[in-house]
């Protein structure tokens, strides 16, 4: 599968959100990485990706919706680029391929590819915010982030580090995860 040139006519539809509920999407995380046997923390996405049949490249010059982030293209089921930021880290870039593979399978219908869709990470859009949640379920599971925050002292540091995500992506979980915690207690206000 090539990646198609610059310039080429392709027609692709805007994403639309799922509608999922954010435990839905946290199900659907889970039984993606289930289904290809992804184990957080341990595997890479960039393999899980290839073996999808997807690619990744680092664009050199960078369209403003790349810059901070990455871009999804989606050509057909098993045909898919992700496009990262020159500009970021490794940790930054694991998440950003999440966010991107959240698109795929949340956003790209039934087979998986099966809509044409181009995407950039930009913007709090419901789309954007479904494949945020995703991705963070992917690559942070909620009860395989929970016992490794209480034995590590809720540390996002030490968090990052092992989910190989930014300090940034794992405080984030964290505090959606004590939230949540929280409003299923009846803690919340």
Request: net charge negative; with cysteine.
């Amino acid at each position: 599968m090539e990646v198609e040139e610059p310039g080429a006519v392709t027609e692709f539809v805007a994403p639309k959100p799922c509608g999922l509920s954010a435990e839905q999407i946290e199900r659907r995380a889970a039984a993606f990485a289930a289904e290809h046997r992804f184990v957080a923390g341990r595997d890479r996405l960039r393999d899980l990706v290839g073996s999808m049949g997807g690619r990744i490249v680092t664009v050199d010059v960078p369209h403003l919706r790349e810059l901070d982030g990455g871009s999804l293209e989606v050509y057909g089921p098993g045909d898919f680029l992700i496009r990262l930021s020159p500009i970021t880290g490794p940790m930054r870039d694991n998440f950003t391929i999440g966010h991107e593979l959240g698109h795929y399978v949340l956003h790209s219908g039934e087979p998986l590819g099966s809509l044409r869709i181009r995407v950039g990470r930009w913007g709090c859009e419901p789309v954007e915010r479904e494949a945020n949640r995703f991705a963070a379920a992917l690559l942070m599971p909620r009860d395989l982030f929970c016992s490794t925050a209480s034995c590590c002292g809720n540390e996002p540091t030490k968090l990052a580090a092992q989910f190989y995500v930014s300090c940034t992506a794992a405080a984030y979980r964290l505090i959606s995860l004590q939230m949540a915690t929280r409003e299923e207690l009846g803690l919340a206000r």
